[in-house]
Every structure is written in structure tokens, then in C-alpha cells.
């Protein structure tokens, strides 16, 4: 039935991408890697899930000033 | 895993009612149905699209109600259903073979928004996404009247990448938020302030400015003359003014309730807010707090099974008594169990109580810092209480009440909450609420008091006081901000370097996929036209726009174009067909079903052939049901394909009580007599397709051993498959019969020589290579006077065969050979 294409599905594709080049801490925020994870690298995605994605890096902005204050 | 339909019967949907409802494709998978106009053969693609659909809609309904322009999903159920109270429905029975598995799923009509797929048909959709039931206006509709961005869901969709397109979407949204929420607005304002109590004599944000000017001020009534450098400084400086202030008043004998309480909420906000202050107590407080509860969780891991300590304190006494012959507790010998030796056990029990006993610590020190942060909170509670009504005092109204709420805010937040990761969202909160309230609006209220019967510089440097405080202040959230300015850029950048990434992957995913797709796209086109005036069609997806633009090189390479502008209607309709075909071979292969409903309408003959060619050749391995109005497509088709395992069905009529009239193809003698008088090219397949079935059912009733097993491979057979073992059955049957009533007949003699039995079936279209009609004609000629040999003398009706008795016989009684 022709050729047999191989290509990855969505979830394969992030868990590809977060397992391996994203985790690469030198060149990415590992924090905030996570949190994207958290939002849209799952299963079901929350239909406002980009809105809390920004309030969770926002409240990571917070904390890190807080921190840095510290 | 791959999909096939075994049986389908559609119910009460559109035209069609009970009967013509039913397949059954165990055998043959694939059909034809051939129907003149207005037939109801469109109600089947309806009654498969409704069944595959994920949310229950058919696409050329609409959504709409009975009354909409479409009709909506209540036009596909018939119209008599509700009269005959037939329930609507769709029934499949799918197969796999590998691993065998058989699923029976039906589909009852819904009319209502919330009509999800069967659960026995979503996974099987999931897996095969791409269109499958292909309408005429589908064709033309995806190349022409869709915009990129519907073709780009559209495209999404069949590739299974809705998920990638939700989370790029959401992407986006988190960007643009993002920015939204970067603090410049509070800036700008908080910059404001600084502007307007430094009586506009500062424009920039210049903290050294700043600074110098707060020092100029300051230097009017302090000696030694000060220098600030710092915001700390300015604290410092603003306490001196304030002492100064306060021993003019002395001096003066001035000293009033309104200055001792307005000094009194100087003193809080000092105390308050510097640093090792109350607030910060408090937050350091709640820091430790969550610290040590995050440590009992470390501790309690370690110490998986606590519940039992007890019970370990007593054996360790037992064990510590010397050696023991079994386990104390289910007495097994030490050899026999788990840990295998009482050593063993001795030592695990130690390192559990050694855990048992860092859990205790950890809790105990939870519990000592969840009282240091109540302790605290309860000061801070205090102060806020003393604050409104000090406030309260000096008749500064929108004071207390914010303090007040604060306050009650703080007394309730532990009721039911016994972890400090429980409380901590909304303490930090409220921390951020006190220091808004005393950093920002009190020092505006305390500007705003005015000492009765001061002396002039004291008035004068009181309102300095209370402008110093402000911009101090501002100074400090401005310093704030600028921190969480520089922090959030950081975030956003690293946020957008990932979502870069992934948005980076996610298009290479797709143009990988649509590269295969569009070479696909553009053989199947040039199979159909097979001219030079498309050398290219190109799919460009663009996931950052969520656009897909279809464009063709026009009679040139380079000549990029839209097709809807310069391609004829059949060349439309072909990208179409082409891309649907492609995709449903690319991205249904686990469950390879095609629905092609009248898609010829707009090819002349020679297109329709090409199609026809594009059907039987590149869906060989698909299960396809086409219906066509067009009866030269209908017999292409079956030139091509009756002998591959497809069923041919004509329906010709319709009535709305009994639905559309399905007949089968297989034509009766006097049918194929009127094909070969007609000179019709397909009566040489008829007059085969008949002798097969004829010796067929002769083998059966004559217990005739052929090879050739009837289901699944009915298409393999020949005619000799049939012949030799039925003339050889014949042999054997008593009385001497074939050599007597068979064997000098001479259309037994004609047939039994004639060598090209097994050619002629397939027409010639040049009469002068291959004189098939004649031929036709004579095979069909001496076999119908061959089947007579098999009729009753007296009644005409078939002979029955006795296999026991090996012997002819007819029903009627009489004498069954001519004398």
C-alpha cells in the first residue's frame, strides 16, 4: 500500500523534545521548561492552558526576584 | 492492526429505510453501486460519514436545526422513521486479523449537540484520521472554497497533529500574556509619584537625581548637611527630620495627640517594613516553615512503614537478646525467609528506626516552625489592628478598613490548615496586601495630615517628611520592579527560545510529512492527466500562521500559482481527488476504507478511465465502496475489477416507502442476450460471470470436488476450475448418462474444444485484432443450449442430483429425458 511513512505522533514529538534536546539545562531554562511541560506536554491539555502556562512564569518571575532579594 | 468492514446496515437514514440497507463485504469488501439520479444512494456516504464522525456531524448538513438551510443533523434521519417508530441507526462489524479481533459497533442517531463517537470506533478513527467518505463538492471544495487556515486544520486533522496545533496555539497565547503582564505599566505610574513629590523637579528615573534632590531638601533643616546614596540612606535621613521635626514642636510647645499619633504610625511603618521588621519576619518564617515540612516528607519516605514502630521497638528488644532458631513472628526458620538471617533483620529494623527517629526530629521541628509563623503572624496581626486605629485617630478613612480585612484575613488563614504548604499561596499574598498598604497608601494619608498650630518650618518640613516618605516609597518598588522587569525579560526569553524549539520541530514534522504527501498527490494527478500542464502541485504549511497554501506550477515550472484561477473544473476536482486519495493511503493505512460518492461528474470518458484505472490500481489494498449515476464509470469499473473481489450492485428504482431497489449485477439470460445484440463491450464479461456462477451451483448440487474454495478467494476462480471436476461428477452418474445424453451433444463438443474458453470474456476495443463480439456470441449460444442437456424433459425445471444413489431425477415425477 505504498510507502510506509514513519512520523512521529504530537506526544512522541514533546517527549522526544523535553526528554532530550530541552533537558539540556546549559541552554534552557530548566524551570521553566518544566512548567511548560506541566501545561502542555500532557496527555489532556486544559483548554486555558496558555493562560496559566503565563501566570505560573510570572509567579516564577516573583519568586525569583524574592529570592534574589533574600 | 488493520481494519476492515465485514458487515454494514444502515436503518432509517436519509432515503434509506430497512432494506438496500445491508452489506455484506466478508466476502467481496469492495462494491459498486450503479443508481440513476435521485436513488438515495448519497444517504449511504450521509450514513458513513455520521458514523465515523467525531462529533456526530455530517459536513454538508451543517449544525443547524430541522429549520436551518441545510436541514442539520434531523435531515438525516428518514422521514417515516418517526411514523414506523424505527430508531435510526448505522451498524458495522469491523475485522482485524492481525490480532484477530471482531467488533460490532452501532452508531444510534442523535440529533442533539452531545453525540461522541463510539467508544468501539474512536480508537480506529484516531488511528486512521484522513477523510474517507469523498464527495463531488469535497473535491473541489478543499482546493477552492477553503481558506489556509481552514485547509491547515483541515490538514492537521488528518494527520493527527490537532495536539500539536492546540499546544503551538497555546503557546502563542502564553507569548502574548507574557507580555501583557511585563510591570511597565506600574512603572510608569510609580515614576509618577516621584515626578509630582518632587515638585516636578526630576524627569528621568536617575536614582542618583533623585537622591540628590531628596538630600538638597533634607540639607535645609539637618546639620550637619547630608549626602544620600541610597534609598537605605533616605531612610535614615527621613528618621532624622522626623526627630527634628518632632523637637521644634517641643521646642515650641506644640507637641499635640495628632503629632504623638502620627509619630506613633511612623514608628509602625518603620517597624514594619525595614529590615529584620515584622513583615519580613514573617516571610522568613513562613520560608522555614515550608522548609521543614518538605523535610518531614523527605524523612517520611525514608521511613516507608512508621505505622509499625512499635512493633519494631519490641523485636529489637527480642532480637537483642541473643540468637533466635525462627523469625519470632511467623516463626519460619531464618534460612527460609526473605532477609534470610536474623543479622539481616537486625539490621534493617536498625536503619528503619534510625529513620523512624530523623522523621520524629523533622516533625518536631515542623512543629516548632509552624508556631514561630503563627507567633509572628499574631504580631503582625497586632500591629495592623494598632495601625487602623491610629489611622482611625487622625481620620485617614481608607485606612483601617484595608488593614482591618488584612488583619481578619491573617486570623483565619490556618483554621483547617495544617501544613504551611497549605497556607503559603495566599500568605504571601496577604504579606504583599500589608506591604502595599503600608509602603504606598499610608504615607499618601499621612501627607495629607495637617498639624493645628505648629510653627511655620516645622508645617513646612512635615510635609517634606511626608514626601520623602513617598518617594522613598516609590523608590523601593521602583527597584522592585525594575528587578521584576529584568526577570520576567529572562523568563520570556528562555520561554520563547523553547517554544521557538518546539514550533521549530513541530514544522519540520509537518513539512517532512507533506513532502511524502505531495509526491503522492502529484503521480495520482498525472495518472488522471497525464498532460504536461501541472509539471508541479506544492502544499506549503506554515505552522506559525496556521496556513497551508496548495499552489501549482502552471504549464512551467516557476509559473507558481493559485489553482482555483487557472485550472478547469476537472483539474480542480482532480487536486482534489488526488490529495484525498493520497492522504487516506499515507495516513489510513490501519484501517484503509474509501468512500467515493459520484466523484466523476465533471471528466469526460477518457478521465472517467483514468479514474477508473487510479481506483483498481492505486487502491488495490482498499476496501471501496463507490457509487456512481454514471453508468459507462459504473461498467469501467467493473471491466476492471469484477474478477478482483468487488461486488456490483445496481439500484434502480426508489420509492419512499421502501428506500432504494438493490439488485445484483449478475444479468439473466435474456440480459446478456439483449448486451451481445447491443454489441455492448461488456456483455463478454456478463456471459462469463453467468457460466461461472451456472457451473458454480452445478458443482455444489452435484457434489462435484472443485479446488477453488467459494469464500474469501471467489475472485481467483476460473471457468476450468468448474469444468473438468462437473464433466467428471457427470461421468459417474448411473445409466450410462454423460455418453448417452452428453457427451454427443454438440454444445458439450463446442465447448469442451473451444481452447479459448478462458479469452474471450474481456472485449476488444478493435474489432479487427480480436473479433470478440462473434465469439461472445457462439460461447453464449452453445452454452445456454449445454445448460438445457440439465432440464427436466417433461417440466423444464433443473435436474436434481441423488449422490447416494448416483442418479438424475426431477421433483416433478415424470420423465426427465426426451425418448
Partial sequence: MGEKIQYKSTSELLTGLFDKELADQVTYDSEVVAIIRKHLGQNSIHSRAGYKLSEELAELGKRRVKEKRQ | ?819
Fill in chain 2, 1 to 819: 492492526m488493520s481494519w476492515s468492514i465485514d458487515y454494514l446496515s444502515i436503518q432509517a437514514i436519509k432515503g434509506v429505510l430497512v432494506e438496500a440497507g445491508k452489506f455484506d463485504l466478508s466476502k467481496k469488501k469492495s462494491i459498486a453501486l450503479f443508481a440513476p439520479n435521485s436513488c438515495g444512494k448519497s444517504g449511504y456516504a450521509d450514513a458513513l460519514e455520521y458514523l465515523f464522525s467525531p462529533d456526530g456531524e455530517v459536513q454538508h448538513l451543517g449544525k443547524g436545526s430541522v429549520d436551518s438551510e441545510h436541514g442539520g443533523k434531523p435531515a438525516l434521519r428518514h422521514v417515516l422513521a418517526d411514523e414506523l417508530e424505527i430508531d435510526s441507526e448505522v451498524k458495522i462489524v469491523l475485522r482485524s486479523d492481525d490480532p484477530p479481533e471482531i467488533r460490532e459497533v452501532t452508531r444510534l442517531l442523535t440529533i442533539g449537540r452531545n453525540d461522541p463517537i463510539p467508544k468501539g470506533l474512536e480508537d480506529i478513527v484516531k488511528i486512521a484520521p484522513a477523510h474517507r467518505i469523498l464527495r463531488q463538492h469535497d473535491l473541489r471544495r478543499f482546493v477552492v472554497d477553503m481558506n489556509p487556515q481552514d485547509k491547515y486544520s483541515e490538514l492537521s486533522r488528518w494527520l493527527g497533529l490537532e495536539k500539536l496545533t492546540e499546544v503551538l496555539s497555546h503557546l502563542t497565547t502564553a507569548e502574548n500574556q507574557l507580555s501583557k503582564i511585563d510591570p511597565d505599566r506600574e512603572f510608569t505610574e510609580r515614576f509618577k509619584d516621584i515626578i509630582e513629590h518632587t515638585n516636578n523637579s526630576v524627569n528621568s528615573y536617575d536614582l542618583p537625581t533623585i537622591l540628590k534632590w531628596c538630600s538638597e531638601q533634607s540639607n535645609k533643616y539637618l546639620a550637619p548637611s547630608v549626602k544620600i546614596d541610597s534609598i537605605k540612606e533616605l531612610s535614615t535621613c527621613i528618621k532624622s527630620l522626623q526627630q527634628f521635626r518632632n523637637d521644634l514642636f517641643k521646642v515650641s510647645g506644640a507637641m499635640n495627640e495628632t503629632l504623638k499619633t502620627k509619630t506613633n504610625l511612623e514608628k509602625y511603618v518603620n517597624d514594619l517594613t525595614e529590615d529584620s521588621c515584622k513583615l519580613n519576619n514573617c516571610e522568613q518564617a513562613l520560608k522555614n516553615a515550608v522548609g521543614a515540612e518538605n523535610q518531614v516528607d523527605v524523612a517520611k519516605a525514608e521511613a516507608k512503614e512508621s505505622v509499625f514502630q512499635e512493633v519494631w521497638n519490641s523485636s529489637i528488644n527480642l532480637f537483642n537478646k541473643g540468637p533466635l532458631p525462627v523469625c519470632p513472628i511467623c516463626l519460619t526458620p531464618w534460612d527460609k525467609t526473605e532477609v534470610g538471617s536474623q543479622a539481616e533483620v537486625f539490621t534493617y529494623l536498625t536503619t528503619s528506626l534510625q529513620s523512624l527517629v530523623s522523621l520524629k526530629d523533622a516533625q518536631d521541628a515542623l512543629a516548632k516552625s509552624h508556631d514561630i509563623l503563627k507567633t509572628s503572624t499574631r504580631t503582625l496581626e497586632t500591629y495592623l489592628r494598632n495601625l487602623a486605629t491610629e489611622c482611625g485617630k487622625l481620620g485617614i478613612k481608607d485606612i483601617p478598613p484595608l488593614a482591618d480585612k488584612i488583619r481578619s484575613d491573617f486570623q483565619i488563614i490556618f483554621e483547617g490548615k495544617t501544613l504551611p504548604t497549605h497556607v503559603q499561596a495566599e500568605y504571601t499574598n496577604l504579606i504583599d496586601q500589608s506591604k502595599k498598604l503600608i509602603q504606598t497608601n499610608l504615607p499618601v494619608g499621612l501627607l495629607s495630615i495637617t498639624i493645628q498650630g505648629t510653627p511655620e518650618p516645622a508645617t513646612d518640613l512635615d510635609r517634606l517628611i511626608g514626601h520623602l516618605e513617598i518617594i522613598q516609597s516609590a523608590l523601593s518598588r521602583l527597584q522592585e520592579l525594575e528587578n521584576e522587569r529584568a526577570e520576567y525579560r529572562i523568563i520570556k526569553a528562555s520561554f520563547s527560545l523553547i517554544a521557538s524549539k518546539i514550533q521549530q520541530e513541530a514544522a519540520s514534522l509537518l513539512n517532512e510529512v507533506v513532502t511524502v504527501l505531495q509526491a503522492d498527490l502529484e503521480q495520482l494527478y498525472k495518472k488522471i492527466h497525464p498532460t504536461v500542464d501541472v509539471p508541479h502541485v506544492y502544499l506549503k504549511p506554515d505552522t506559525s500562521t496556521k496556513t497551508l497554501s496548495l499552489r501549482i506550477d502552471f504549464h512551467k515550472n516557476g509559473r507558481t500559482l493559485p489553482p482555483a484561477g487557472y485550472l478547469s473544473e476537472a483539474r480542480i476536482n482532480t487536486i482534489g481527488l488526488a490529495l484525498f486519495i493520497s492522504c487516506a493511503k499515507l495516513f489510513n493505512k490501519e484501517f484503509p476504507f474509501i468512500f467515493l460518492d459520484d466523484i466523476v461528474s465533471s471528466y469526460d470518458a477518457d478521465h472517467r478511465a483514468r479514474i477508473a484505472d487510479v481506483v483498481s490500481e492505486n487502491l488495490a489494498d482498499f476496501q471501496v465502496i463507490v457509487t456512481t449515476h454514471d453508468e459507462m464509470f459504473y461498467n469501467m469499473l467493473k471491466s476492471r475489477l469484477s474478477d478482483k473481489g468487488w461486488i456490483f450492485d445496481r439500484i434502480t428504482d426508489w420509492t419512499l416507502e421502501q428506500g432504494p431497489k438493490r439488485e445484483s449485477d449478475l444479468l439473466r439470460p435474456d440480459q446478456i442476450t439483449s448486451l451481445i445484440d447491443k454489441s455492448d463491450p461488456n456483455c463478454g464479461n456478463a456471459v462469463r460471470q453467468y457460466m461461472e456462477e451456472w457451473l458454480d451451483g452445478m458443482c455444489g448440487k452435484y457434489c462435484a470436488y472443485t479446488l477453488h474454495k467459494r469464500p474469501p478467494n471467489d475472485y481467483d476462480r476460473t471457468l476450468f476450475d468448474f469444468w473438468g471436476p462437473f464433466i467428471d461428477r457427470l461421468k459417474k452418474v448411473k445409466g450410462n448418462y454423460f455418453a448417452s445424453r452428453v457427451a454427443g451433444q454438440q454444445s458439450y463438443q463446442r465447448l469442451s474444444a473451444h481452447s479459448i474458453i478462458n479469452y474471450y470474456s474481456h472485449f476488444q476495443a478493435n474489432p479487427y485484432k480480436w473479433p470478440s463480439k462473434g465469439d461472445v456470441e457462439y460461447v453464449w449460444t452453445e452454452f445456454q443450449a449445454f445448460t438445457k442437456l440439465f432440464q427436466c424433459h417433461s417440466c423444464s425445471k433443473t435436474l436434481q442430483y441423488d449422490r447416494d444413489a448416483e442418479k438424475l431425477y426431477c421433483t416433478c415425477g415424470k420423465e426427465i429425458f426426451s425418448p
